[in-house]
């Protein structure tokens, strides 16, 4: 099993990126699938997911209503795309798949069995 992530990079406030995910191993849309954060010196926050059941997503407050999490299942690819980024939005993120991500009882839970490997976006002016 493997997750490629990228996609990060350096953007001014305001700006956008997408990060890609990109899965081997295994189907991607055979697990809850999703996408943390952390900023240095603070803890792993989990950004978004989609539970494999319903296709039902999950959004972090702070995030929500900017970042759109999707995936194309023919690429077996997960996306983040992540608008009027902030300073705040700066840290490594992870995509990570088969944790527990409960949208109808705003849970996404912090671990899961397999991490992908991490992609900066460092937000600044």
């Known amino acids: 099993v493997q997750l490629q992530a990228s996609g990060g990079g350096l953007v001014q406030p305001g700006g956008s990126l997408r990060l890609s995910c990109a899965a081997s191993?295994?189907?991607?849309?055979?697990?809850?699938i999703g996408w943390f954060r952390q900023a240095p010196g603070k803890e792993r926050e989990g950004v978004s997911c989609?539970?494999?059941?319903?296709?039902?997503?999950y959004y972090a407050d702070s995030v929500k209503g900017r970042f759109t999490i999707s995936r194309d299942n023919a690429k077996n690819t997960l996306y983040l795309q992540m608008n009027s980024l902030k300073p705040e939005d700066t840290a490594v993120y992870y995509c990570?798949?088969?944790?527990?991500?409960?949208?109808?009882?705003?849970?996404?839970?912090?671990?899961?069995?397999?991490w992908g490997t991490g992609t900066q976006v460092t937000v600044s002016s």
């Open positions: 191993g295994f189907t991607l849309d055979d697990y809850n």
């Open positions: 990570a798949s088969d944790m527990i991500c409960l949208p109808g009882l705003r849970i996404m839970d912090n671990r899961a069995e397999y």
């Open positions: 989609i539970n494999n059941s319903d296709g039902s997503t």
